[in-house]
């Protein structure tokens, strides 16, 4: 339960990466295909698609990160809660 509860948050997080993005890491994380099979089905040369994974799983890495807490969990197995949203309005935060 808590393995589909996180991969329904990261696939989330995937999901408001740029296209570029987001069709890197759909392929090479999800689909498991190799840097040269992903550099094919884009049009893309191999090192051009290492290159945007490589931007790809940053970025995601950095949303992942401000979007989640990640632990483990009492049986030892990794977890994440999403973290709150908050924006700063004028001299207010607001929970969203």
Same mark, same amino acid.
């Given at each position: 339960?808590?393995?589909?509860?996180?991969?329904?948050?990261?696939?989330?997080?995937?999901?408001?990466?740029?296209?570029?993005?987001?069709?890197?890491?759909?392929?090479?994380?999800?689909?498991?295909?190799?840097? *040269?099979?992903?550099?094919?089905?884009?049009? +893309? =040369?191999?090192?051009?698609?290492?290159? $945007?994974?490589? /931007? *790809?799983?940053?970025?995601?890495?950095?949303? +992942? =990160?401000?979007?989640?807490?990640?632990? $483990?969990?009492? /049986?030892?197995?990794?977890?994440?809660?999403?973290?709150?949203?908050?924006?700063?309005?004028?001299?207010?935060?607001?929970?969203?």
């Amino acid at each position: 339960m808590i393995r589909q509860e996180m991969n329904g948050c990261i696939r989330e997080i995937i999901e408001t990466l740029p296209e570029g993005f987001r069709s890197v890491i759909v392929l090479s994380e999800l689909e498991g295909m190799k840097d *040269a099979e992903i550099a094919d089905i884009l049009g +893309l =040369s191999l090192q051009a698609a290492k290159i $945007r994974l490589h /931007r *790809a799983r940053s970025q995601l890495k950095k949303e +992942l =990160s401000m979007a989640c807490v990640f632990y $483990r969990d009492d /049986r030892n197995v990794l977890a994440c809660d999403r973290k709150s949203l908050f924006v700063r309005i004028g001299e207010k935060t607001v929970a969203t």
